[in-house]
């Protein structure tokens, strides 16, 4: 299994942005996706997962500004950023839970600044 996430970059404080996680290999078809991220000297934190049914989560701090969804076919996540903050700077890496196995995307940098 595979995760490959794209989207990350700099945007201005108030800005939107659009991050991807695509899931390849066998992947069993119960399933969670999400976001963590991880700022700079802080630990890694939830930012929000979905299940294959589509049932969310979110950190308390992001809802309403922070919308997580997924695609089925493939196994895709997108998390759309509105609002963005400096505070949302960090490394934004996509999890895939199956079962008890956990698998990390690659991270992609989100630097939110002006």
């Known amino acids: 299994v595979q995760l490959q996430a794209y989207g990350g970059g700099l945007v201005q404080p108030g800005g939107s942005l659009r991050l991807s996680c695509a899931a390849t290999?066998?992947?069993?078809?119960?399933?969670?996706m999400g976001w963590y991220r991880q700022a700079p000297g802080k630990q890694r934190e939830l930012v929000a997962t979905i299940t294959s049914g589509g049932s969310t989560k979110y950190a308390d701090s992001l809802k309403g500004r922070f919308t997580i969804s997924r695609d089925s076919a493939p196994n895709t996540v997108y998390l759309q950023m509105n609002s963005l903050k400096p505070e949302d700077t960090a490394v934004y890496y996509c999890?895939?839970?199956?079962?008890?196995?956990?698998?990390w995307g690659q991270g992609t940098l989100v630097t939110v600044s002006s």
């Open positions: 999890n895939l839970l199956v079962i008890t196995l956990n698998y």
């Open positions: 290999g066998s992947i069993f078809r119960n399933n969670v």
